[in-house]
């Protein structure tokens, strides 16, 4: 009885949260900018933050920003509301890093650690030691096992990091990959699974002190 309260009471906040953002849609479509800068207040910190791992460079981070919510604004008419409003900003971001990257070509920052599936399509959790440890050598040696991973997501196809990167660090679902990407959620797991391969092959060439 007490899980299907909580059940209840999370999906009734759910529901809250998605009318109050189908609101704040309507009005700035209906050119309320008071409105539209609430979206803006809303997203930006997420947006810049995943823009940012994605060119690797905070100047041209903060310039896509301000183009997904030019796009977004220009757009808006058009919203209809069959995707999140989130994902939807996802989706522009996105497509706008990508023509980045085709353009400049630019290495993108990236994140310490993963999770991996087993074969049962289990998730499991792969950690890298505590890089808060006081051991002045364990220190450097995490410091270098970072920067492989980190190399390692640089030599990643666009494709594969861009799932990665919304899947592992924004916590975007498999569904909502598939939405931003406008692929099968089958093409989601395939990416994923194959990008987070590729690091660990990298990552255990390092371990193994074999030269890349």
């Known amino acids: 009885m007490c899980s299907d309260t909580v059940s209840y009471t999370g999906r009734r906040i759910e529901l809250d949260a998605l009318s109050a953002e189908a609101q704040l849609v309507e009005r700035a479509q209906a050119q309320d900018e008071t409105a539209f800068e609430q979206i803006m207040n809303l997203y930006a910190d997420r947006l810049y933050s995943y823009i940012l791992r ?19 604004y220009q757009g808006l008419p058009g919203f209809d509301g069959r995707a999140s409003l ?13 023509d980045h990257q085709r353009r400049r070509a630019r290495r993108v920052q990236t994140v310490s ?15 890298f030691p505590d890089l808060q440890t006081p051991d002045p050598m364990q220190s450097v040696l995490n410091r270098e096992l970072q920067q492989v991973v980190e190399h390692a997501i640089d030599l990643l196809s666009p494709k594969l990091r861009t799932v990665l990167l919304l899947y592992d ?5 498999y569904e909502e990959i598939a939405c931003v990407l406008n692929i099968p ?5 395939s ?22």
């Open 86 to 98: 989130s994902t939807w900003l996802y989706r522009i971001a996105t497509n706008l890093c990508i």
């Open 54 to 72: 994605m060119v690797g460079n905070s100047s041209d981070a903060e310039d896509l920003l301000q183009e997904t919510f030019l796009r977004a």
């Open 169 to 173: 660090v924004e916590n975007l679902s």
């Open 113 to 127: 650690y993963f999770a991996t599936e087993d074969d049962g399509g289990e998730t499991s959790e792969w950690e």
């Open 191 to 212: 990416r994923l699974n194959h990008a987070r391969g590729q690091i660990q092959k990298h990552v255990e060439v390092y371990l193994r002190g074999e030269s890349k």
């Open 185 to 189: 959620i089958g093409t989601v797991k």
